[in-house]
Every structure is written in structure tokens, then in C-alpha cells.
């Protein structure tokens, strides 16, 4: 199965504007992750579109588009924009740093400081977010593992984002990794949001720049968070 995916792969690179493609797949090889790295001559929903009809006229695989998280870079300048189709929601982008929501600019909530400490084996984290005036932090420690870390951060920003936004307390964290597309490191995050009696699953993703991995997480879990919230009461 994971030949078969890395010929999808190859066969998504093909599409003019994707640079880089990587499946990333379930215990029973089911894809649950489809990565995309594209320039942003096409809008990113019609780069999802292309995605899932190259993949199933190639090999007949059916790709759910809300698995599909499309990160596109301007070569020029190295700013880029990092678009997701998340559940139920149409597909939101950051750009130099900051969501692009339906909503004023001085509504966004957007990263101010991610401060990471370790002790022995222990890390604590802080995270501080802004939203006009306003500023919050949310804290989060365990295992100064990297991969555990990458969580802290994560379960910090929400932990801040419930402050700004009491719409987050229906979100907890699923997951928290740093993946690499092409020659770009970029974080990725799926969050639950509880809306009873169903559950939903977001997810964001952010290019890893010179602040950081830690920075990057962050301002994931807003790419993941912040259009869906404001949606609900």
C-alpha cells in the first residue's frame, strides 16, 4: 500500500501548481492526511478539486476532501499562504502570520509570544495571544520530549484561546506534529470540537518560519480554531 500511495504522490506533482505531495495514512492504510504543497496561481479549493480527481481517474481513490490541507507558497517574496478545508466549514488562510476570518482585522487573534522552559525532563509552556487590545496566556506542561512539547504548545494556546474566546472551551487537542513538505517544515494540528451530540475535527496548519517549530503550533491550532469558533454560540 505505501508503494501504491508514493505512485499517488508522484502522480500529484504532476498537477501544474503542486510542488510537493505527501499521504499520510491510518493503521489499515487508509489515507487521513493528504499534505499539499502548491504555488498560488490557482485558488487553494480548486487545488483540493484537482487533488481528488487526479487521484481517483489515476488509481480510483477517493480522497475526502476535508483530509486535504493545501499550503501555498509565493516563491517570490517566501511569505505564503497555508489554506485547510476543515469539516462543514469552507476553507480558511493565513498570510504573513494572521487567519483570514469573515471578520474585522481587529477581531483576529493572532500569536504574540510562545515561551518554552525546561526543567531536567520536564517542559513548561506559555503561550500569549492578542486580540486588539486584548492579550491572554494559557499554560501547559509534560515531557520535554519533542513531540510532547509540540502538544504543550498546542493544549497552551488553546488554554489562552478560551480566555479570548468562550466559544474554545468545546475544544481539546487530537493531535500535534511537524511534518516536511518538500524542502518546508510546516505544523499541522487536528482539534475536537464539541458540538453534542456530535464531535467535529478541524484542523491547521502553519509554515514553520525563523520564530519556530513552537510558533509555528501555535498559530496552527488558530488556523484550525479561529473561523469555526466565531461560528458558535
Do not use: W
Amino acid at each position: 500500500m505505501a508503494e501504491d500511495l508514493t505512485e499517488v504522490e508522484r502522480e500529484l506533482v504532476r498537477i501544474p501548481e503542486v510542488t510537493a505531495a505527501r499521504i499520510v495514512t491510518d493503521d489499515e492504510g487508509k489515507p487521513v492526511e493528504v499534505h499539499i504543497l502548491a504555488s498560488p496561481e490557482k485558488h487553494a479549493k480548486q487545488v483540493v478539486r484537482d487533488v481528488q480527481s487526479v487521484a481517483m481517474a489515476s488509481f480510483g481513490l477517493d480522497l475526502d476532501r476535508r483530509v486535504i490541507s493545501v499550503v501555498q507558497l509565493d516563491s517570490g517574496n517566501g511569505n505564503g499562504t497555508v489554506a485547510t478545508e476543515a469539516p462543514g466549514s469552507p476553507v480558511t488562510a493565513e498570510a504573513n502570520g494572521h487567519t483570514a476570518a469573515a471578520v474585522v482585522a481587529g477581531d483576529r487573534i493572532t500569536v504574540e509570544r510562545v515561551i518554552a522552559v525546561r526543567d531536567g525532563l520536564q517542559c513548561d509552556v506559555e503561550v500569549s495571544l492578542r486580540r486588539g487590545g486584548d492579550t491572554a496566556s494559557g499554560s501547559a506542561g509534560g515531557s520535554m520530549a519533542n513531540s510532547a512539547v509540540l502538544r504543550s504548545v498546542a493544549q497552551a494556546t488553546l488554554a489562552a484561546l478560551r480566555v479570548l474566546e468562550p466559544a474554545a472551551a468545546r475544544a481539546d487537542l487530537e493531535s500535534a506534529v511537524i511534518v516536511t513538505l518538500g524542502d518546508r517544515a510546516v505544523a499541522v494540528t487536528s482539534i475536537v470540537i464539541l458540538v453534542p451530540p456530535y464531535e467535529e475535527i478541524v484542523s491547521g496548519s502553519a509554515v514553520v518560519r525563523t520564530a519556530g517549530d513552537h510558533d509555528a503550533m501555535a498559530r496552527a491550532v488558530l488556523d484550525a480554531t479561529n473561523r469555526r469558533l466565531s461560528q458558535l454560540v
